[in-house]
């Protein structure tokens, strides 16, 4: 399984942006479904937004229009910009990859996860 590594987390107030990235070896994003989850304590993981091999992308309600996914497979990342971040988008972030064809926003599609990267936005 290819190693994802996740970074960029961070502490920020509510209204700033970051941006996460996920690096995994070469050409992973060419052939793989990759998606972003995250899980606040004491909550199930959620899904946050997922980009396929064609590029083609999906972001949940909660998200849409604030983050979006993107990749760069020449760099081998995949990202994802989060703009006007509020508390309740506190959590740990996880990059995840998964066989193309399978349901994007369900966390069992994945096989392969990162160690999650941290994301606290204070008011």
């Known amino acids: 399984q290819a190693q994802l590594v996740e970074s960029g987390g961070g502490l920020v107030q509510a209204g700033d942006s970051l941006r996460l990235s996920c690096a995994a070896p070469?050409?992973?994003?060419?052939?793989?479904?990759t998606g972003w989850f995250r899980q606040a304590p004491g909550k199930e993981r959620e899904f946050v937004a997922a980009?396929?091999?064609?590029?083609?992308?999906t972001h949940s309600d909660s998200v849409k229009g604030r983050f979006t996914i993107s990749k760069d497979v020449a760099k081998n990342r995949v990202y994802l910009q989060m703009n006007s971040l509020k508390p309740e988008d506190t959590a740990v972030y996880y990059c995840?990859?998964?066989?193309?064809?399978?349901?994007?926003?369900?966390?069992?599609?994945?096989?392969?996860w990162g160690q999650g990267t941290q994301v606290t936005v204070y008011s």
């Open positions: 995840a990859a998964a066989q193309p064809g399978n349901p994007a926003r369900d966390p069992d599609s994945y096989d392969n």
């Open positions: 980009i396929a091999r064609t590029g083609q992308s």
């Open positions: 070469p050409r992973t994003f060419m052939w793989y479904t």
